[in-house]
């Protein structure tokens, strides 16, 4: 790119200078036959690509707020030709550039606007191919694909990139009750807009992103058949409705989690639910969920709002911020579409009883059954809460039960998609969303959720703390044959403490864990283990869950943190997970299939928690029950990624050291 003046303009008289930085450069994928030729050339055979722009940088400088594009522009050209019997495919990404020396507050995304244009044949004309808004592009953001066809002859196209800083980038005081978005000072002396511009392409057809809605709403008349009407349009919302065979195309994969989408608001937002059960906690003190007045929570709106929220990538650019959740109480056996009595603002909440009948109001089954016990958000009067039991039909069960959690989000309207068929075996993907993992990321960058192959058992990430990565198991723990084994707890009633006293004893899990289970891991990955933190807090009843990280005296400690000394058991490899942890309640579908599995949490001096064949959390005696576990297990912070997408157990990572 030359530096004349027709593409790198001052513009005179406005305040600030920022810089747009645009970096191309091409990879593909590792086919064996691939290799760098000269000139900057990637060559496959006969196939190659290549850049010429020497110059890697836009300056838009004094740059204000506007509603039309300048004159300057960033080109490149992207050559080939193709004897291959395959097209290459290639993109065109935008993802964020570096932060400039002396400034820190970076433009948000959604005010940064682009245009993308490719030179036709004639040579003097631009046609405009991609255009407006990306709302997220710190990860990458697609904007464009095309192909150097099969067999083709040589190919050269050049794209030109224009980008601005749009008018709805608001200056002013910084308060956002004025509607201003950024103050002067700061727009003055601080920001920035940085981008970089990455081409890359191999074999696999891609996609630009589509916008959900769009494409559920393709999906709902693409599915609508004699037997099949898979929705139900209640004023200006259209709830899904139906069976586990007529709803199969509204799967999402978001964040480590697999989702289904439950409803299309008025709005366009898109609501959706986590197709397992994260945890089983009790409801609260009492039938509240949030009371704006007194300021009362109850506990299942602080653990949705903070230690879910927490495993939410990007949320703030994906999810509604300021959600609405209809918590009026309702005691009818055919649930009436609710009044706007009790109205929660939160980001994540729960289905209302109104919300979950929708999804089996037009058939005799239910796609949301999961054959489990697990909270709505509904009060059925002063003193219970509205619950889904294991057979799908609606029961109610006071504040102290402990139920299975399946968290739900609205998506903001216009989220765009980044792959998927919306199927269970390829779910939509969402743009913004943490990016796929390349060989050689450290596992320790990966989100809650995501599914590891650990010695060939397959292991879900609960969360990363002090740069380890604990995990549970999927699946439970099973002997040389194959068959799923139980033991007691613990060989005592007086020693419920994990890991301590007579627990070394292996016919009870806390010694055949870190004796006969932990030995007969591979040398390999057993040196990729570390000794982790389980917290041993007693959790009785009427006791908020965040007890289970705090000593067993502190049972009437509310925060989120809290004095640890005593809850701590960190002499092991091999734990199990703890109530109201990741992953902690019974996973997939059918409790006929499942079995009671013990917790790490004591319940009281003789008694221990465990999660029963229906997803409810109880407790019983260490000594004299034989359950079955799911262990969990802490990986050091070198071990790396080597294959795999993390998106289900057959696709798990393949790690290494």
Not at 159 to 187: F, H, N, V
Request: proline fraction near 3%.
């Amino acid at each position: 790119m030359d530096n004349n003046k027709k593409k790198k303009r001052v513009l005179t008289g406005i305040i600030i200078a920022i810089v747009l930085v645009a970096v191309v450069g091409l990879t593909y994928a590792l086919w064996s036959y691939f290799q760098i030729g000269p000139n900057q050339q990637l060559v496959a055979g006969d196939i190659y690509m290549k850049y010429t722009e020497t110059s890697n940088t836009i300056n838009i400088e004094n740059a204000m707020p506007s509603k039309t594009y300048g004159e300057d522009y960033f080109e490149f050209t992207i050559e080939g030709k193709n004897t291959y019997t395959k097209p290459i495919w290639y993109e065109i990404v935008i993802k964020w550039g570096e932060e400039p020396v002396g400034r820190t507050t970076r433009i948000p995304d959604e005010f940064l606007r682009f245009r993308l244009t490719e030179q036709l044949p004639s040579g003097e004309e631009q046609e405009v191919i991609a255009e407006g808004k990306y709302e997220n592009f710190k990860e990458g953001t697609r904007i464009w694909v095309n192909t150097i066809g099969a067999q083709s002859a040589e190919t050269t196209i050049t794209y030109k990139l224009y980008m601005w800083i749009s008018d709805e980038m608001r200056l002013g005081s910084g308060d956002a009750a004025t509607g201003a978005d950024m103050d002067m000072e700061t727009w003055t002396n601080d920001a920035f807009a940085s981008v970089k511009v990455s081409v890359t392409g191999d074999f696999e057809e891609k996609k630009l992103p589509g916008i959900l809605t769009n494409e559920i709403k393709n999906q709902i008349t693409s599915h609508t058949t004699e037997s099949c009407t898979p929705t139900i349009v209640d004023g200006d919302t259209t709830y899904f409705s139906g069976s586990k065979s007529c709803i199969n195309f509204n799967y999402v994969w978001y964040s480590g989690k697999l989702w289904r989408i439950t409803a299309i608001n008025a709005d366009n937002t898109i609501k959706m639910i986590t197709q397992d059960a994260i945890t089983a906690i009790p409801w609260g003190e009492d039938t509240t969920y949030k009371d704006k007045d007194s300021g009362k929570e109850s506990w299942i709106y602080q653990w949705l709002n903070e230690d879910f929220l927490d495993t939410l990538e990007n949320q703030e650019n994906i999810i509604v911020q300021d959600a609405k959740w209809n918590a009026t109480a309702d005691s009818n056996s055919t649930p009436a579409k609710p009044a706007e009595t009790t109205i929660v603002e939160g980001k994540v909440g729960l289905l209302n009883t109104y919300e979950y009948y929708q999804a089996y109001k037009s058939t005799s089954t239910n796609y949301l059954n999961i054959g489990y016990y697990w909270w709505l958000i509904t009060p059925y009067d002063s003193s219970r809460v509205r619950n889904v039991i294991n057979n799908g039909n609606l029961n109610y069960a006071s504040p102290p039960s402990t139920l299975g959690v399946r968290p739900s989000v609205n998506l903001k309207s216009g989220i765009k998609i980044s792959g998927g068929a919306g199927t269970k075996e390829d779910p939509y993907r969402i743009e913004g969303d943490k990016a796929v993992a390349t060989v050689n990321d450290k596992l320790n960058s990966r989100v809650s959720g995501e599914y590891v192959n650990f010695d060939g058992k397959k292991y879900r990430i609960v969360g990363i703390e002090n740069g380890t990565t604990k995990l549970t198991s999927v699946d439970y723990v099973r002997d040389a044959d194959g068959a799923v084994m139980t033991k007691n707890f613990s060989s005592v009633t007086t020693d419920v403490l994990y890991g301590s006293g007579t627990t070394t004893s292996e016919d009870n899990w806390a010694g055949y864990l870190n004796k006969t289970w932990y030995n007969n891991i591979s040398e390999t990955y057993r040196n990729m283990l570390v000794q982790g933190t389980y917290y041993l807090g007693q959790y009785g009843d009427y006791v908020s869950y965040k007890n289970t990280i705090c000593s067993a005296s502190n049972t009437t400690e509310t925060t989120k943190e809290c004095s640890k000394t005593s809850s701590i058991w960190n002499n092991g490899y091999v734990g199990l997970p703890r109530v109201g942890e990741m992953f902690s309640a019974q996973l997939g579908e059918g409790y006929s299939s499942s079995s009671n599995i013990w917790l790490i949490t004591p319940y009281s001096s003789s008694y221990v928690r465990y999660v029963d064949n229906y997803g409810r959390l109880i407790s019983n005696s260490p000594s004299s029950n034989a359950y079955r576990v799911r262990p969990s297990i802490n990986l050091n912070s070198n071990v790396y990624i080597t294959g795999g997408d993390g998106m289900s157990p057959d696709t798990a990572y393949e790690i290494a050291m």
